[in-house]
């Protein structure tokens, strides 16, 4: 990995695809379970967001910062509100039968191009937060997807959806979240 200045790396827009799968809790694919492709995509945002701790000792001196918490998310706004999205979203189990209550996904999104690479995501194991806000005027339900650490002790791997990512599989190592390619 080479961290630098590239200006190949910039770019303001997403690839506006994100599909998901039904799986258990540990990665394997649910009996019956099918690629969905999720509504047109206003914006996503992808974090990775960690805590630290200072530890002191009794006399109140900071001997060490100890990580805490991690969490890795993909958040955004949908563009669609029609009964099928909402009823996903709220479980009502429309879309295809699978709601997002009560339900594992492995996910796949396509980020963008840089430097004329197409980057992708995939997630193994992932929680979808059920719910939803429907305003007049904007009418654009946010979503948020949680990526869970895989901890079966070996990778995952995650085969997309045909002819719909560059990528041909991804493997989440275990102890990961996520893999992020670029091809």
């Known amino acids: 990995m080479a961290l630098g200045k590239d200006k190949g790396s910039i770019t303001k827009h997403g690839g506006g695809l994100i599909y998901v799968k039904r799986v258990s809790d540990s990665g394997g694919i649910s009996t019956g379970a099918t690629w969905l492709e999720m509504p047109f995509i206003q914006e996503s945002t992808f974090a990775a967001n960690g805590a630290n701790e200072d530890i002191k000792d009794e006399t109140g001196d900071v001997v060490a910062n100890v990580d805490t918490d991690f969490g ?3 958040t955004g706004i949908f563009m669609q509100c029609d009964k099928d999205t909402l009823d996903f979203l709220a479980s009502h189990g429309t879309y295809s039968t ?3 209550r009560n339900n594992f996904f492995c996910i796949i999104a396509k980020r963008g191009t840089l430097n004329g690479k197409t980057q992708e995501l995939a997630g193994a194991i992932c929680k979808i937060k059920p719910g939803f806000s429907d305003a007049t005027g904007t009418r654009r339900p946010p979503f948020e997807i ?3 650490k895989n901890t079966t002790g070996s990778a ?3 085969t997309p959806p045909t002819g ?10 275990n102890n990961e979240f996520y893999s992020l390619v670029e091809t």
């Open 156 to 158: 995952i791997t995650v």
């Open 164 to 173: 719909k990512f560059t990528a041909t599989t991804f493997s989440v190592p």
């Open 146 to 148: 949680t990526m869970l």
């Open 98 to 100: 699978t709601g997002a």
């Open 72 to 74: 890795v998310k993909l």
